[in-house]
């Protein structure tokens, strides 16, 4: 079988380095262009130094059209206006985009105006995105040439809460997603602010974003797309200091009848192992937990109802580079392409 020739722009950051060591494991994937405006030509292993020995590849600096001749498939990982910038070149090549940033998520502009401040400048491909979440879009990821991949808070508060008001299981009121991220979330730039350096992070924890993170308006679309209609929520992140993962804990007021064990089974029975190939459904919320997930495309899922307060709880862990971002990524590659959902993603090391 001939391999698919796959690049990526802005492959020097961290979604960048996930996607070179998934897609370096990818049976029917060859990468082509790695893409760095600022470190072009310097090797994959000066440049990332983990990779060292696994790619010999050098970074380059590239056309839209240059990128699209030498590709079939291209994750963009860059953000804002330099995303505008290449997409449209990208494909009118004939490529195939696989967007990581918050550009293609929304089919309203205004959206995305409103929550990330800034115009849209490709307002006319927005017809043509794919939100990419493989759990709830799979046929539709199939069918596209342009798929925006979810946040990574949003795919582990989703996944928790999609199943419930899917089947009418939880009053659509008072919903609350409680989420806990690493430093890696936000990338490298980000770790160079003073307030994230180790002596501000360690031993720390602090909300921030609250009622205007730019994931709440996504994670509401995900629930719309779960349940067929509006549902708002109450989104609170937290900085923690870890290098990678999330943890998020869902709180949702249940319908009359709802137990522990029926919370489970609902679960259970919407995360089927064909439609959902990376949810684990634990027994206990006590189960879940990052290093079970970390350096994984898994999303690991458990659900209490305490009837103490009358109030589901459900656990979601999953790695924000992997299921959160580059995993997912090439999860959408897989089903974009025609490929085993999972090639390239099974097992540790990720």
Known sequence: MKK????????????????????????HCALSLLVSEHAAGKS????????????????????????????????????GSETFAWVPGLLEGGTKVIDIGGEFRFRDAAV???????????KDLLERAVWGLPELQKEAIRAAALVGNPGCYVTSAVLALA????????EDAGLIVDSYSGLSGAGRQFNAKLSNLF???????????VGNHKHTPEIEQGLRIAAGREIKV???????????????????????????????????????????????????????????????????????????????VVASALDNLVKGAAGQAL?????????????GLKGRGL
């Open 44 to 79: 994959v292993g000066e440049l990332l130094p983990v990779l060292a020995g696994e790619c010999d590849l050098k970074t380059v600096s590239a056309t839209p059209a240059e990128v699209a001749k030498a590709s079939d498939v291209v994750f963009c990982a860059k953000k």
């Open 199 to 209: 002596v501000d992070i360690d031993e720390n924890l602090r909300a921030y974003g």
């Open 234 to 312: 109450t989104f609170v992140p937290h900085l923690a200091p870890l290098d990678r993962g999330i943890l998020t804990t869902a709180f949702a007021r249940p319908k009359p009848g709802l137990t522990t064990a029926r919370a489970l089974e609902a679960l259970k029975a919407f995360y089927t192992s064909e439609r959902a190939p990376f949810v684990r459904v634990r027994e206990k919320v006590g189960d879940v937990n990052i290093r079970d997930v970390a350096y994984t495309n898994y999303c690991d899922l458990s659900a209490q109802v305490v009837e103490r307060s009358g109030m589901l």
């Open 4 to 27: 698919i020739r796959v690049s990526i722009v802005g492959a020097s950051g961290l979604v960048g380095e996930g996607l070179i060591k998934a897609l370096l494991g990818h049976p």
């Open 331 to 343: 999860q959408n590659l897989n089903l974009m392409c025609g490929f085993d959902e999972t090639l």
């Open 163 to 170: 199943p419930f008001v899917a089947a009418g299981l939880v």
């Open 112 to 122: 995305y105006e409103e929550w990330y401040k800034e115009p849209h400048g490709c």
